[in-house]
């Protein structure tokens, strides 16, 4: 049995894994054609979840953190949480939980609960939804979306170091994946004023 061919270090390596594993596993319950789906920084400001929120049914997803564990030793091992947001808009207030004709809030968690926890993602870890809720959002968007969240985590992920060394070459040669060339701004900082 070979191992999976996990994306390079400087790409991401098991985090990127991580999570292109839990968007593909969210895509076989909620399809792109049907859902949109959107990348959710920290600290959002009100406008932009607001300009997610327009179009719903939706994914929304993140990343958290990746906390070492007690299997971490010779390799960095940790749990990694890939925070998911599900958006729903309804016509009525009412029918919010339930849904009509898209989908509710208890439908849209009980899916993607029932899609996410306790699946692999084949060479990085299992996943576990540790919660779902229905209230963060609540004091700051119309009373006609609802935003559900999940923190989802995957258990055990780790890298390799001979694999992380083995890549060292290829991360001072970034061949393109990154660009370091300073961006003109318009900003100064005074520092080269006399």
Not at 141 to 149: E, L
Request: hydrophobic residues 45%; negative net charge; contains cysteine.
């Amino acid at each position: 049995m070979t191992s999976p061919v996990l994306p390079l270090l400087r790409d991401g390596g098991p985090l990127l894994a991580a999570f292109e594993g839990v968007r593909a596993l969210l895509e076989q319950a909620f399809p792109t054609n049907l859902f949109e789906y959107h990348h959710v920084q920290p600290r959002m400001s009100a406008a932009r979840w607001a300009e997610i929120a327009r179009v719903a049914p939706a994914i929304g997803m993140s990343l958290a953190d990746w906390n070492a564990n007690a299997l971490s030793g010779m390799d960095f091992c940790g749990d990694v949480s890939v925070p998911v947001f599900l958006v729903v808009r309804q016509d009525k207030p009412g029918l919010l939980l339930k849904g009509a004709k898209t989908p509710g809030v208890l439908g849209m968690m009980a899916v993607a609960i029932f899609a996410l926890d306790s699946k692999r993602i084949e060479g990085v870890g299992q996943i576990a939804v540790r919660r779902a809720s229905n209230l963060e959002a609540a004091n700051w968007i119309d009373d006609r979306t609802a935003i559900v969240t999940l923190n989802v985590v995957i258990k055990n992920v780790s890298y390799s170091k001979d694999l992380a060394r083995a890549q060292l070459a290829d991360l001072s040669n970034v061949d393109g994946t990154w660009d370091f060339d300073p961006a003109p701004t318009e900003q100064n900082s005074g520092a080269d004023e006399t």
